[in-house]
Structure formats: structure tokens, C-alpha cells
């Protein structure tokens, strides 16, 4: 059974950092897109972060940018998200997805999250003012 578990979220002040995690079973992950989406309260899922098979390119929406790092371990079938200078803004519920499509097709932002397969339950992260 494939499962992607988040990890990470919590309670933070405003300018504070906070590291995600996505660890993977029961499938592995690393010949695919994998990307975090992030859902804030009242608004639509969206893609936020999206790296390739290899870890070797990375895209980010502008929101992010220069703040949040997407990385990936294949060995240990994990995926991560360094977030830095948190802001209210920033408070959501956090997604890891993956693509089993192999490649690289479409994994940039802002690719759609009907492209991704399969899907964690979410961390929650609150970030305080």
C-alpha cells in the first residue's frame, strides 16, 4: 500500500523556520515528480514547490521563492521542505504529492495538482503574527 506521511508542521512565530518532511512506502518515488502543495483556509490547493527525479532542477511559486527549499533524499524515499521567514500568509495545511509517471514531464510550477497521483494527509503549519 503506498503511503505518504507528512511530517513537521506546527506552531510558529512570525520570521521563524520550520523543515517538512515526506517519508514514502510501500512505492518508490524516485524516477517521479514530487512537489508540495499547500492549502490555506478559505482558498484552493496549490502547488507551491516541485523538484525533479534527480533533485537537480526546482521550481517555486513567487510566494515562496527565496524563502522555501524543496529537497529530496531517493535512498531513503523522502521528500523535504526548508521554510524560512515564515508569514501569517504562510499558514495552511501542507501537501506532499508525487506523480507515477516517471519523468520530468510538467514538473515545474505551476503545474496543477490533477497531475500527481498520490497524495499524504497533510502537516499543519500556523504561523502567528
Known amino acids: 500500500q503506498v503511503q505518504l506521511m507528512e511530517s513537521g508542521g506546527g506552531s510558529v512565530p512570525a520570521g521563524g523556520p520550520l523543515r517538512l518532511a515526506c517519508k514514502v512506502s510501500?512505492?518508490?518515488?524516485?524516477?517521479?515528480?514530487m512537489a508540495w502543495f499547500r492549502q490555506a483556509p478559505g482558498k484552493d490547493r496549490e502547488g507551491i514547490a516541485y523538484i525533479y527525479t534527480f533533485g537537480d532542477y526546482d521550481t517555486y511559486a513567487d510566494s515562496v521563492k527565496g524563502r522555501f527549499i524543496i529537497s529530496r533524499d531517493n535512498a531513503r524515499n523522502a521528500l523535504y521542505l526548508s521554510m524560512m521567514n515564515l508569514q501569517p500568509e504562510d499558514t495552511g495545511m501542507y501537501f506532499c504529492?508525487?506523480?507515477?509517471?516517471?519523468?520530468?514531464?510538467?514538473?515545474?510550477?505551476?503545474?496543477?495538482?490533477?497531475?500527481?497521483?498520490?497524495w499524504g494527509q497533510g502537516t499543519q503549519v500556523t504561523v502567528s503574527s
Open positions: 510501500g512505492y518508490s518515488y524516485s524516477s517521479n515528480c
Open positions: 504529492a508525487a506523480r507515477r509517471q516517471p519523468g520530468n514531464s510538467g514538473c515545474a510550477y505551476p503545474s496543477d495538482q490533477s497531475l500527481f497521483d498520490d
